[in-house]
Structure formats: structure tokens, C-alpha cells
């Protein structure tokens, strides 16, 4: 049975329900794994995805920061969560489908503005969270599983609008790149959408501070769809949904989908 998932930073959920409504009724995907909720579970709102299919939710929030949340149209059982780096952050939730499918979401730290953890500790606890995510796959192979969402790396060269020039800049250093390669060997999970579009400049990102951001473009690749090599053929039909980042009122990510039959 084919069935899409879609990834989104959505940067508040309840502030941008509207935009929410409008991609589950435009698109439709299954399953929509939402980043950056900025709500507790109890507030996030429901009842309008409710309206149009989506009656299913598994989530982790907290007050005014992370938080991420699992939408679907197709029944799911709660698979846990896991606080790498004990932030103690809702960054991460697990769902399972019928199919027996796995469904991770991860919302990972940005890491601040320098990429240096002597002189920032935000940088710091981005590493530990990716050796922490590297660690539990390592210790505990995943199987028939998908792993999505704002991993706020860029790992390829076309990733980014300018390899060179951001190369120092935080979500495209070695460092970090190198960590999230070590997340991927770990679990052996393969990048879905650069199995769909392996050739090309791809983003998913765009900074609020560029005004005209189509024109402009300096955009990164910082959404993420994975899965396990088991289940990895079976995907197809990867896209980012761009046009959303020009939505009314947006966030600056745009949804990144994935079908997949099995």
C-alpha cells in the first residue's frame, strides 16, 4: 500500500495552523511529521486536522520552544521518544504504522551562531545530540523505519548555495557534517531524497533576513527524509514542496515529502 510522508519546521504550530490546514488539504499526505511545534501536546490544534482526515497524532511538546508532532490519516501507536544530549527538549517522537513501519521525527538543535563549542554551548550540545542519535542506532539497528524532519545540517556541497562561503558557517561545517554522516552509517539509513533527486542544487531552507528570498536564493537543504535499507526501494516520488515558503505569513522551512509502497 503507497503512502507519503511529509516533513515540516513549522515554527509554531498554533500561529501557523492556517498554513497547516492548507497544506493537509492541498496535499494530502498521510502522514505529516511537524518540528518546532512551540506548544504542549494538549494546546496544539487538532480539531481542524481532525476535520480533514487526520484524527491520529502522536507528539512531545513543551511552552514556547521545539516540540514535534506526528499527523496521520492512518492509524498509529506511540513508539517513544528518546532525549538525546538529556536536553530535556521535545526533539524527538516515534510512531508506528499498521504496516509496522517506524516512524522517527527528529527536531535537532541548530547550534547556535558559532561553530565552536568552547565559546558556545549551544554548538556543543548540537554535536552530543548526533552522537547520542549515532550511539542508540548503533546499539539498537533500525528495521523497516523512517527517520524525517529539521535535522539543520546541509551535509552535500550542493546542499547549499555556496559550499565555499559556508563552510565556517553553522550547519554546514565539517564537524557537523561529519557527525550526521556517522548518525547515517549507524542506523545504515539511506538520504530518500537524494536517492529520488541525486543530481542538483536543493533546499528546503530560506532565511527570514532575505526579503526576496525566491529571487535570492541562498537557501539549504536542512529537512531530511531517511529510511532503512529495507525499505529504502520502495521510495519514490521525493519534492520540495518550495512554493510554501511564499505562503502568508511562512516558515522559512518548506515541507519535504516522500511516498513510499509496501
Not at 181 to 205: C, F, H
Amino acid at each position: 500500500m503507497p503512502f507519503t510522508v511529509a516533513t515540516w519546521n513549522i515554527n509554531s504550530v498554533r500561529l501557523r495552523e492556517p498554513l497547516v490546514l492548507k497544506l493537509l488539504a492541498e496535499e494530502a499526505p498521510d502522514v505529516l511529521c511537524l518540528q518546532e511545534c512551540k506548544s504542549p501536546v494538549e494546546k496544539i490544534p487538532t480539531a481542524g486536522f481532525a476535520e480533514l482526515g487526520y484524527t491520529h497524532m502522536v507528539a512531545r511538546g513543551q511552552k514556547g520552544y521545539n516540540g514535534v508532532a506526528i499527523l496521520s490519516k492512518l492509524p498509529l501507536t506511540d513508539a517513544g521518544d528518546q532525549d538525546f544530549a538529556g536536553l530535556g527538549h521535545a526533539r524527538h517522537v516515534a510512531a508506528r504504522l499498521e504496516n509496522g513501519v517506524t516512524i522517527h521525527n527528529f527536531y535537532v538543535p541548530a547550534g547556535g551562531d558559532k561553530p565552536d563549542r568552547e565559546v558556545n554551548e549551544k554548538f556543543g550540545q548540537k554535536l552530543d545530540y548526533l552522537t547520542d542519535m549515532r550511539d542508540a542506532f548503533f546499539a539498537d539497528q533500525p528495521e523497516k523505519s523512517i527517520l524525517v524532519g529539521d535535522l539543520n545540517i546541509a551535509p552535500r556541497e550542493d546542499d547549499v548555495w555556496n559550499h565555499k562561503n559556508l563552510l565556517k558557517i553553522v550547519s554546514h561545517t565539517p564537524i557537523e557534517v561529519d557527525h550526521l554522516g556517522q548518525v547515517m552509517d549507524a542506523g545504515k539509513w539511506v538520504d530518500i531524497t537524494r536517492q529520488d533527486i541525486p543530481e542538483g542544487l536543493l533546499y528546503s531552507w530560506w532565511s527570514y533576513r532575505a526579503k526576496d528570498w525566491d529571487a535570492a536564493d541562498k537557501g539549504r537543504r536542512l529537512d531530511h527524509v531517511w529510511a532503512t535499507p529495507d525499505i529504502s526501494n520502495a521510495a519514490h516520488g521525493s519534492r520540495v514542496l518550495r512554493d510554501a515558503r511564499g505562503w502568508e505569513q511562512p516558515s522559512d522551512h518548506a515541507p519535504v515529502f516522500a511516498t513510499f509502497d509496501l
